[in-house]
């Protein structure tokens, strides 16, 4: 487990997996054609998605391992490294792997958007499990991208290709959309703990050790990624993370401004800004009146 394959071309890690280079930018690999072979860590310079058909080893990123089932889809954006551990066991891949490297969607309406399917951020055990249905739908369109790479190449290969991934990725909105739902009492607790931390935060002495929360800080105390704990944010609340984060320090702040011995300034300073300033400014983007006018006319 502790070898590190490094796969920069989609040709490195067809030649891997005993796959035809169909093309050099992109491919659908049938890991079934793969060689028996022992768990190992692997860097990928392309984005990579892995369709999961059989129990087949565990999953490892980072320090972390992960047990996921059949008809799971894991996402790699470029310069991720993830694995395989099957304890020193001897194991058959299984399943696919769609890969792409970024050079083929640059200057296409995937490129532009690719940052939008923040999926590619997740951590594995933030990983997409789909229904029957929902595999079915993941296996045509590999199809369709299959289809267009052993067709002859012409001036539409691209274009079709592109828009084939795109639509795949678009799939996948929508299943992690459901994925939300159906996991809606996860959520509620996520939500509820989230609360709980900026509360606790808030009556220690953080925020004058390490400044305003963060979405990084918050996501990691809940041991979330950043673009996992965002997007549940965002469908649970309607507010982006940021957004909550910046209610809690007005609500904060709301309840200090009475206290008369302390100036906005130092305030501002025992919530975790750097500059009084900016919380000023914050504050009456979200209040409609200054800190000063708010103790004022509230006050009375």
């Known amino acids: 487990m502790d070898t ?10 067809n ?37 999961k058909d059989v129990k087949c080893g565990d999953l490892v990123y980072g320090r972390h391992t992960y047990d996921y089932q059949e008809g799971t889809l894991v ?51 933030e990983a997409l499990h789909l229904s029957k249905r929902e595999r079915d739908i993941v296996l045509d369109c590999f199809s369709k991208i299959d289809y267009e ?3 002859a190449i012409d001036k539409h290969s691209k274009r079709l ?4 991934i795109e639509l795949f990725l678009n799939y996948c909105v929508r299943f992690y959309d459901r994925q939300f739902i159906t996991r809606n009492h996860v959520h509620v607790s996520i939500i509820e703990r989230f609360e709980h931390l900026l509360n606790e935060f808030f009556q220690t002495d953080k925020p004058q050790i390490i400044g305003l929360p963060s979405v990084t800080y918050c996501a990691g105390e809940l041991n979330l990624s950043a673009n996992y704990f965002g ?23 709301k309840e200090r401004i009475f206290d008369h011995n302390k100036s906005i300034s130092q305030i501002a300073y025992d919530l975790g800004f750097k500059y009084p300033q900016h919380f000023i400014r914050l504050f009456k983007q979200r209040v409609g009146q200054s800190p000063n006018e708010y103790r004022i006319v509230h006050n009375n």
């Open 4 to 13: 590190l394959r490094r796969f920069e071309t989609i040709n490195e890690y």
């Open 15 to 51: 030649d891997f997996n005993n796959n035809e280079t169909l093309h050099p930018l992109v491919s659908v690999v049938d890991l079934s054609k793969a060689d028996p072979r022992q768990g190992s860590r692997m860097y990928f310079g392309f984005y990579t998605v892995f369709l």
């Open 75 to 125: 996402f790699l954006a470029p310069g991720q490294v993830a694995g395989i551990n099957s304890n020193g066991e001897t194991y058959q891949p299984k399943g696919y792997a769609l890969v792409f490297h970024p050079d083929l969607i640059h200057g296409t309406s995937l490129g532009r958007h690719i940052q939008d399917y923040t999926f590619f951020g997740y951590q594995f055990y």
């Open 149 to 151: 790479l052993e067709h």
């Open 161 to 164: 290709i592109v828009s084939n």
């Open 231 to 253: 997007d549940l944010i965002k469908k649970e609340t309607g507010k982006t993370a940021q957004e909550y984060i910046q209610a809690k320090v007005i609500d904060v702040a």
